[in-house]
T-cell receptor, first 115, second 112 residues
Framework: GAVVSQHPSRVICKSGTSVKIECRSL??????MFWYRQFPKQSLMLMAT?????????EQGVEKDKFLINHASLTLSTLTVTSAHPEDSSFYIC???????????FGPGTRLTVT | GEDVEQSLFLSVREGDSSVINCTYTDSSSTYLYWYKQEPGAGLQLLTY?????DMKQDQRLTVLLNKKDKHLSLRIADTQTGDSAIYFC????????????FGTGTQLKVEL
């Protein structure tokens, strides 16, 4: 089946530093990848949609200069949280889709803690 | 924007059936989904239903869709302790660019 991995699974960083999270589709080519954020005991909120080779589309209220998304290949998208602050601490989940309407396959998530 | 609501918590005894409910507001929804999330993990797609269907059954899972009332339910037969998780309903619509809009999640607790 379609597998999506994320790395790292957990990261702790200091306030003011940047952290990069990778999302990989392991056995299929992902034309579209999505980045979600999930606060404890809450739902997933879509942050941005990225298509391979083009700029990401950010949801309203998501700062594109703070959450840098790169989708340089059909199997890799990265999310960089720049100048992280404690309020950026959250569970970040990516998903990948192979075609226009196909099922989204979710990664296992990355727990970010900013101290 | 679209709104998807679920009750927060459901507790059932092992062996009983569980019914998790979801209401949504987007009348142009095309697909509706049920996802399972175990602690500290990503989401696993359980099943989905196209908006022109009323019911879909897949082993222990039965999905009912009342499009008129914009109500979706997931019935889990013979609920097991391994079914304990958070369940999210989600919907996509053609007008929404096929993006998923998730419900608030229902935590299912299965007791012995």
């Amino acid at each position: 089946g379609a597998v999506v991995s994320q790395h790292p699974s957990r990261v702790i960083c200091k306030s003011g530093t940047s952290v990069k999270i990778e999302c990989r589709s392991l056995d299929f080519q992902a034309t579209t990848m999505f980045w979600y954020r999930q606060f404890p005991k809450q739902s997933l909120m879509l942050m941005a949609t990225s298509n391979e080779g083009s700029k990401a589309t950010y949801e309203q209220g998501v700062e594109k200069d703070k959450f840098l998304i790169n989708h340089a290949s059909l199997t890799l998208s990265t999310l960089t949280v720049t100048s992280a602050h404690p309020e950026d601490s959250s569970f970040y989940i990516c998903s990948a889709r192979e075609g226009g309407w196909n099922e989204q396959y979710f990664g296992p998530g990355t727990r970010l803690t900013v101290t | 924007g679209e709104d998807v609501e679920q009750s927060l918590f459901l507790s059932v005894r092992e062996g009983d059936s569980s019914v998790i409910n979801c209401t949504y507001t987007d009348s142009s929804s095309t697909y509706l989904y049920w996802y399972k999330q175990e602690p500290g993990a990503g989401l696993q797609l359980l099943t989905y239903i196209f908006s022109n269907m009323d019911m879909k059954q897949d082993q222990r899972l039965t999905v009912l869709l009342n499009k008129k009332d914009k109500h979706l339910s997931l019935r889990i037969a013979d609920t097991q302790t391994g079914d304990s998780a958070i369940y999210f309903c989600a919907e996509t619509s053609a007008g929404g660019g096929n993006k998923l809009t998730f419900g608030t999640g229902t935590q299912l607790k299965v007791e012995l």
